[in-house]
């Protein structure tokens, strides 16, 4: 009798550049998905959360939360790309092109743009752009983001590194809004009468206040609700033997949790346009306890609209402290950022708030 082997993941020796996957698996979002995200994050943004109010805002019903559409869309490029990832290290250009709606279904592929063997010679660097298109075709998400990965043999570095170029800042007159969107009916009670975009300030700081602690089953449910299936997320058995000793919390979930803390403060930033940049600057476990400040880092008003502008935003997610407790959060010193051991998520994203 043969024993068959099943898929074992790509490591780094079994990626080249201009590579191209095709990733297993379209998913089809439903309203039960949007639902249990909800119920995991606790996100209270309300376009989200209110059809009525979605329909008087121009939507032909309820948007999915871009958060969840992007971890949908990343979770169908782990089999390809990071089942042997040692961790996700960073994002860059994530571009919302299309609303998203309950029903829609997802495809994604990814190229290989970039490969970089590390100095330990156990595992490199491989960038990848990644897009999701949706049921008719139109590409609803694209990304590039950069994985450490495990070798298949450990051995020194012997090739030439390629190290992608991108863009740091996508331009905001060129991000896309949801067409017949519109918001000059809205309410002020809808969002719990918060800031608008004429009431902050470029260099505002906001402690979004409250704290979410990570529970086991929360983290994992969630992960498997965007069916990543890497291992450190998974497989305590395996990560037993690793630095940690234990499970890490998928990045995504972190962002999320953050985003949703964040409501307190930025409730009129209603729509999430593109993500400029992120890093997971540190791990999360379960137990761990996560806080969320937000930088105001950029405005800008859109052309012929006085009911929305785009607001640039730098979310910092901080695990077990509050920042005011923290002697700092992030150094820059000769281009290079060095993170206080607390602080988890760095993400810098483009938004629309309300007028």
Not at 51 to 63: L, V
Not at 149 to 165: A, L, R
Not at 306 to 329: H, I, Q, T
């Amino acid at each position: 009798m043969r024993q068959l082997e099943t898929p074992q993941g790509n490591y780094f020796e079994d990626f080249s550049l201009g590579q191209v996957f095709h990733h297993g698996v379209p998913r089809t979002i439903t309203e039960a998905d949007a639902t249990l995200y909800t119920a995991l994050t606790g996100s209270r943004y309300v376009l989200h959360c209110a059809d009525t109010i979605a329909k008087e805002c121009g939507f032909q019903s309820m948007p999915l939360d871009n958060f969840l559409v992007f971890h949908i869309a990343f979770g169908k490029t782990v089999n390809d790309i990071s089942l042997n990832a040692v961790a996700n290290l960073g994002y860059a250009e994530v571009d919302f092109k299309q609303a998203c709606f309950a029903g829609d279904t997802l495809a994604v592929t990814s190229e290989v743009i970039g490969l970089k063997e590390n100095s330990n010679g156990k595992n490199g660097v491989v960038f990848v752009r990644s897009t999701a298109v949706n049921q008719k075709d139109l590409t609803v998400v694209s990304w590039i983001r950069w994985v450490m990965v495990e070798k298949k043999i450990p051995h020194p570095p012997s090739m030439t590194p390629v190290i992608p170029d991108y863009l740091g800042n996508l331009n905001a007159e060129n991000l896309a809004i949801p067409p017949n969107a519109h918001f000059s009916d809205w309410r002020d009670h809808y969002s719990d009468n918060q800031y608008r975009f004429d009431d902050i300030e470029i260099g505002d700081n906001i402690f979004h206040r409250d704290g979410l602690t990570i529970n086991q089953s929360d983290h994992s449910l969630a992960t498997r609700l965007y069916q990543n299936n890497a291992r450190v997320h998974f497989d305590q058995h395996a990560m037993n033997t690793s630095r940690h000793g234990k499970r890490l919390v998928y990045g995504g979930h972190i962002i999320s949790l953050c985003r949703a803390l964040s409501y307190n403060g930025l409730g009129n930033a209603v729509w999430l346009c593109a993500i400029n940049g992120g890093t997971h600057a540190n791990p999360s476990f379960a137990g761990d306890t996560i806080y969320c400040q937000s930088e105001i880092i950029d405005k800008r008003v859109i052309p012929s609209r006085d009911d929305v502008a785009m607001v640039r935003v730098r979310m910092l997610g901080v695990k077990n402290d509050s920042p005011d407790n923290m002697e700092f959060l992030y150094r820059q010193d000769a281009g290079r950022t060095t993170y206080h051991t607390n602080l988890v998520l760095d993400l810098d994203y483009w938004v629309m708030m309300l007028r």
